[in-house]
């Protein structure tokens, strides 16, 4: 159970690395494919340059209220 915890974890910390590298961008599409997860993180929500979001092959669940 720790090992999918970790996984988790590692998936969600390399989803908002992605996300920040789109931050400071006029324009920023984000590729969060093969990550795992089983909900995108919020703070995709604050991007205001974001064009494309492609989360496909994840293990999806829920949906933040924010997306």
Do not use: F, H, V, W
């Not at 920023?28 to 979001?53: K, Y």
């Amino acid at each position: 159970m720790a090992k999918n915890s970790e996984k988790a974890d590692a998936a969600y910390a390399e989803a908002l690395k992605r996300i920040e590298e789109c931050g400071n961008q006029r324009k920023c599409g984000r590729d969060l494919t093969r990550l795992g997860l089983t909900t995108p993180p919020t703070e995709i929500g604050q991007l205001t340059a974001l064009t494309t979001l492609d989360l496909r092959r994840n293990l999806l669940t829920t949906m933040p209220e924010i997306l």
